[in-house]
């Protein structure tokens, strides 16, 4: 099972971590792993890219548990709201998504949120 922690704080998403494997499948053929997979590095690639924010992650080759904090989400370290706004949003959504994944499999996904 694919477990995924949301970081929030203050109600603000900004970060997640990610750990397990869905084994929903043979690798290769598990498509909960790559959709986690893929929504993953898109969430990180627009975060770098598309909002031009730094974002700290770690993708652990051996067990593929992934931790990424995306602090330009929080007022303290952006002080450009419309960034926070869109970088925080970015995260909810992978969140929403993957709440909305649980319907069909959540034998394969553990999705939680806390608050630091």
């Given at each position: 099972?694919?477990?995924?922690?949301?970081?929030?704080?203050?109600?603000?998403?900004?970060?997640?971590?990610?750990?397990?494997?869905?084994?929903?499948?043979?690798?290769?053929?598990?498509?909960?792993?790559?959709a986690v997979s893929a929504m993953?590095?898109?969430?990180?690639?627009?975060?770098?890219?598309?909002?031009?924010?730094?974002?700290?992650?770690?993708?652990?080759?051996?067990?593929?548990?992934?931790?990424?904090?995306?602090?330009?989400?929080?007022?303290?370290?952006?002080?450009?709201?419309?960034?926070?706004?869109?970088?925080?949003?970015?995260?909810?959504?992978?969140?929403?998504?993957?709440?909305?994944?649980?319907?069909?499999?959540?034998?394969?996904?553990?999705?939680?949120?806390?608050?630091?």
């Open positions: 099972m694919v477990k995924i922690t949301f970081f929030k704080r203050d109600g603000v998403y900004y970060g997640f971590r990610e750990t397990g494997h869905a084994e929903f499948d043979d690798a290769g053929k598990d498509i909960v792993c790559a993953t590095m898109l969430v990180i690639n627009a975060i770098e890219v598309s909002y031009a924010s730094d974002v700290e992650y770690s993708i652990d080759e051996d067990t593929a548990d992934v931790e990424v904090r995306a602090f330009g989400a929080l007022p303290d370290y952006q002080s450009d709201g419309s960034k926070q706004y869109a970088i925080s949003g970015l995260i909810q959504a992978y969140f929403l998504q993957l709440v909305d994944m649980l319907e069909d499999y959540e034998d394969y996904l553990d999705v939680s949120e806390v608050e630091e």
